[in-house]
């Protein structure tokens, strides 16, 4: 326990280093102890690494409150590094019996201790939502905003000065934090624990000596963490060079405060003083690179009192353990495309363009496109694990300690589940291990030296697990019958022993160790296939470090005779087993990363091989796949090229020989491959997993053996709307994009299927921010229609009907127009504009003369910085009346039109904070339009439901994702009710909210986007007769095209 001397020399230094570096803390508690003359050289504790937001003035280089550091030759006397308070008989008491204040009267106590303390309360209220999220009042939201704020250097911020408190044996040290305490703990213990899960902190020193497993971890501070190891790396924090230790922290009763931080873009996870954990294992994955892996346990006694009666701390429930770690990926939707060949049949196979009747479902989009699985894929297996009609997939992530299940169910929502592992999980293969007819699941961890069976029981959930040591190192592991008992056993390739050994199964799930067999030095990756026709099922495995495959021949009875060593080229990583030159004996391809070359080795019928002919392939191969992808009858290889992230096909010439490599782009370093008949076209497609990145990508094959990939498409900069259209006549429908940063517009062709091509770039006036399409000059061909905010230019782009574009007529219109729409306002038969323009807060209305000119009517006062306007008929008069939301004032203003080319004055209704989209519809089925806002600033939408008189109700709010700037209406399940759909640009999603038909909706449905979405739309992109999206991203300059996938 640190004395009160070794406090003041503590603070002393932080006092000190405040000077130069803004800020110090001390690390979080544990009851180790260091050497009493130890002393540190910037010793840092890293939570979440991210991009620092300024409060006030400077620049701050890196979110302090998420650092903690030890500067300088600070020598400590009885100090722990982690635990300055080990005593659990001296818990967190007191703050409990103070009155629950508002925000302000809470931190009074606390002004003559931090300094401008006043200023950052008001700056956390002004920040927090009138309606903030979860439940919470303004007040205890904002208190938890004011936690996440960083003072302007060099005064320390709320946190520093109460984390160091908190971690002091001398409780009285609190008292002024006490009123603060009661209303920053009350609000987030009513937060929901997140689902139990791996949370990260760091420290740049090797401290594995200092917890051995077994060893009990108290932190009395409130701890930042992130999910994500990766951004611990970051040069800022950790780094990738020297001593570093990384805490793996199992948590079950954390709390993710991003909805009510001041850092809005990152998803924090904060664990409450108290947190009790023990020490599981430690591994040392790379040089100087150390893992302690903690699991939180509830402690035997109360740590940290609960802030009012009926606060629960930790879960109600003990949740089964296949729900640990469990989080929603709505957007993984995707890998089903990937892994699920009935899916994408369903999706993109061969259609008549007949009427389809279409039924109801609860999941409707699909995107073709990266999908983001989880933090370092390292293995992937398909099987039925639910039912027989859907193929599902088990992914194993190395840096989460975890297996994804991914169930193949396209008419429902998708249930992922993750099932906890030994430590880097590597290799993963699905069988029935105990004769139930249900699949079952079995993994190696590398970092244990375990394999584990995971028995399902045919709801896609694998509740009974069991582990079995195995030699050091596994790497890879096999499942067949070896000893012809009708059970099946297992391989397991040990790297460390250069090993491969045998477990026999008992038929029930269990396994036994029989024997071990030496094969060459680091062994990777191991195959069966019976090469010398005796019915025995032999092994061949490739040796990483020797160069070398080995060839064990099996006696039928679960043993192997000695292996047979074969060259390869540098270092074999990856193989597999076909027949190249149609002999009917078994020949092998081996992958060789280090030489960017294949190895063939063509098989004898007596189970020896031909020496190997070497292959060139892109730069270090590591996964192999075969199929006859030109439909020659010819087996055909495709290979992983690891650094240069592409994937290679080699076709076959049938005599054992290959030709014409063709490579294809991939994500950020591809390290796994899967081929099949995805989508029931005949063809051979390709579906690739890539770590680097955590995402998949997808390759449809062609009947010449091509591949064509379904991805994001490019954009030129900062793309913020579009309109979609038949823009050349073809029946398909294209989309045109307005690109603010180039002041451009790109028109996109439409192939059919969702597939899209770039046509042309035009520049139009400067920063343009709104794009339609409408034929203007009724020649049944498609024009375009921006405006231009920083020009006062509207242009106009006729169109040839061939997917091209004349230049553009520009006319000035206001001084800075935000949005047009096109309509028949007197109904004389021509298509006539509607401009909403901040820059005079108005509404100019242009009628067409039918001949391309136009003539100004008149402008209409609206609301400040009208944001979006729609047009539509509020009072079932048959004439189309206007509708404008107002950013500035917090209303929609609706305008009613008389019929004689003029207007009524306008008419305002309350919204959201900050509305920045309006679309009507009838979404309770009275066949009046009712209005659906966005709003900006309040993370919601609006519903006004109209009495068909034009008077429109209160509005209701529903809850969306963060910042969403555009919505669209339409029946996306099939139902014949009204679905919204929602482009989320703070939280790169797209929200799906399937409405019930009265003006209620199911919960959201998140989907993820690029990054910053800007806008949406909604058609049929690929002639099936469902309606599919489009978000544009303006951060990442791409277009995201999500597919409907419901049944017929």
Not at 78 to 99: H, K, L, V
Not at 347 to 361: D, E, F, M, N, Q
Not at 371 to 396: C, K, Q, W
Not at 444 to 469: C, E, H, M, Q, R
Request: overall charge negative.
């Amino acid at each position: 326990m640190l004395t009160k001397n070794a406090y003041e020399e503590i603070d002393e230094a932080q006092e000190d280093h405040y000077q130069t570096s803004g800020r110090i803390e001390l690390p979080a508690s544990t009851n180790i102890k260091l050497s009493e003359n130890e002393q540190f050289e910037h010793i840092e504790m890293v939570g979440v690494a991210r991009r620092s937001i300024d409060v006030v003035t400077e620049p701050i280089v890196k979110n302090e409150r998420l650092v903690e550091n030890v500067f300088g030759k600070l020598k400590l006397t009885n100090w722990s590094m982690f635990d300055t308070n080990d005593n659990e008989s001296n818990p967190i008491r007191g703050y409990a019996s103070q009155p629950v204040l508002p925000l302000s009267k809470a931190c009074d106590p606390l002004k003559d201790i931090l300094y401008d303390l006043s200023y950052y309360v008001d700056l956390a209220l002004q920040e927090t939502p009138e309606q903030p999220p979860d439940g919470l009042t303004v007040d205890e939201s904002a208190a938890i905003r004011l936690y996440t704020i960083e003072w302007n250097a060099p005064h320390q911020s709320l946190y520093s000065m109460l984390n160091t408190n908190l971690k002091k044996a001398n409780r009285e040290d609190l008292l002024p934090y006490s009123k603060y305490l009661k209303l920053f703990i009350s609000a987030l213990a009513k937060l929901p624990c997140v689902p139990s899960l791996t949370v990260w902190r760091g420290v740049t020193k090797d401290l594995t000596a200092d917890f051995p497993p077994g060893t009990r971890v108290t932190w009395w501070s409130f701890s930042s963490c992130t999910t994500e190891m990766t951004v611990l790396e970051n040069n800022m924090y950790l780094g990738r060079e020297g001593d570093r230790t990384l805490f793996s922290v199992e948590a079950i009763n954390g709390r993710s405060i991003r909805d009510h931080s001041h850092f809005v873009t990152e998803d924090e996870i904060l664990l409450l003083p108290g947190t009790h954990m023990i020490v599981q294992s430690q591994l040392s994955p790379a040089s100087n690179l150390y893992i302690i892996h903690l699991k939180q346990v509830k402690p035997d006694n109360e740590l940290l009192e609960l802030p009012f009666e009926g606060a629960h701390l930790f879960p109600k429930e003990k949740h089964p353990w296949y729900w640990k770690k469990r989080f929603t990926i709505p957007i993984l939707l995707l890998i089903l495309l990937i892994i699920a060949g009935i899916v994408l049949g369903a999706v993109l196979g061969t259609r008549t363009v007949s009427t389809i009747t279409l039924k109801p479902c609860n999941n409707p989009l699909q995107s073709f496109d990266y999908i983001t699985i989880g933090r370092h894929p390292s293995s992937v297996v398909l099987g039925h694990f639910r039912n027989n009609t859907y193929m599902d997939a088990a992914i194993t992530l190395a840096d989460e300690n975890g297996v994804i299940i991914l169930l193949g169910d396209p008419t429902d929502i998708l249930r992922t589940s993750k099932i906890a592992t030994g430590v880097l999980p590597m290799f993963i293969i699905a069988a029935d291990f105990n004769n139930d007819t249900i699949q079952d699941l079995a993994f190696v961890n590398n970092g244990d030296d375990t394999v584990t069976i995971a028995l399902g029981v045919g709801n896609g959930l694998f509740p009974k697990k069991k582990t079995y040591s195995v030699g050091p190192s596994p790497s890879c592991v096999l499942s067949a019958d070896f000893n012809k008992d009708k059970k099946l056993d297992l391989i397991i390739v040990s790297q460390d022993t250069n090993t491969v050994g045998v477990l026999l199964g008992d038929g029930l799930g269990g396994f036994k160790a029989s024997t071990n067999n030496s094969v060459g030095y680091f062994p990777s990756i191991i195959i069966s296939a019976d090469f010398n026709h005796d019915s025995n099922l032999d092994l061949a495995v490739t040796n990483t470090f020797d160069n070398t495959l080995s060839v064990l021949l099996g006696n039928g009875d679960g043993t192997f005779q000695t292996h047979v060593t074969y060259s390869t080229g540098s270092s074999p990583i990856s193989l597999l087993s076909a027949d190249f030159n149609n002999d009917n004996n078994l020949d092998i391809a081996v992958t060789n990363s280090k030489n960017s070359s294949i190895s063939i080795l063509l098989g004898m019928r007596n189970g020896t091989f031909h020496q190997q002919v070497m292959f060139v392939t892109g730069s270090d191969p590591i996964s192999i796949g075969a199929a006859d992808f030109n439909n020659d009858n010819n087996t055909d290889l495709v290979v992983v090229n690891g650094d240069e992230n592409t994937v290679s096909t080699l076709f076959g010439s049938g005599d054992g020989s290959f030709h014409t490599q063709i490579k294809y782009a991939t994500g950020d370093h591809p390290v796994y491959l899967m081929v099949g008949d995805f989508n029931n076209d005949g063809s051979i497609d390709l579906a690739v997993l890539n770590n680097g990145d955590a995402t998949a990508s997808m390759f449809f094959g062609q009947a010449n053996g091509t591949l064509t990939f379904i991805q994001a498409y490019s954009t030129g900069n900062s793309p913020v709307l579009f309109a979609v259209a038949d823009f050349n006549s073809d029946s398909r429908l294209d989309f045109a994009v307005v690109e603010q940063s180039d002041s451009t517009i790109s028109v996109l062709l439409g192939k059919g299927r969702g597939v899209f091509q770039i046509a042309l770039n035009y520049t139009v006036g400067r920063n343009p921010s709104s794009v339609i399409s409408v034929d203007l000059n009724n020649d049944n061909k498609q024009d375009l229609v921006t405006v231009s905010g920083n020009g006062s230019t509207l242009s106009i782009l006729y169109g040839r009907g061939d997917g091209f574009f004349n230049p553009p007529v520009n006319l000035t219109v206001g001084s800075a127009p935000t949005a047009a729409i096109s309509v028949d306002l007197n109904k004389d038969g021509h298509m006539d504009l509607a401009v909403a323009d901040k820059g005079e807060n108005t509404v100019c209305i242009l009628l067409n003369n039918g001949n391309k000119t136009f003539y100004t009517f008149l402008n209409y006062t609206v609301g400040n910085w009208p944001s979006s306007l729609i047009a539509s008929d509020f009072n079932s008069d048959e004439k189309l009346d206007l509708a404008v939301t107002s950013k500035e004032e917090n209303i929609v203003s609706v305008i009613l039109n008389k019929g004689d080319n003029t207007f009524h004055s306008e008419i305002n209704y309350a919204v959201g904070k900050s509305p920045s989209c309006v679309v009507s519809a009838d979404l309770n089925k009275d066949s009046h339009e009712d209005l659906i806002v966005t709003n900006y600033g309040q993370n919601t939408i609006s519903i006004l439901f109209n009495d068909g008189t034009a008077t429109f109700h209160a509005a209701k709010t529903f809850t969306v994702g963060r910042y969403p700037v555009s919505v669209v209406a339409t029946d996306f399940n099939n139902d014949q009710c009204m679905d919204l759909a929602v482009a989320n640009s703070g939280s790169n999603s797209a929200s799906i909210l399937l409405g019930n038909c009265d003006g209620t909706f199911l919960p959201q449905i998140k989907y993820t986007s690029g990054i910053v979405p800007t806008c949406l739309a909604s058609g049929d992109l690929n002639n099936d007769q469902r309606p599919d999206l489009i978000v544009t991203n303006g951060k990442s300059n791409d277009a995201y095209i999500f597919l409907n996938t419901c049944a017929n």
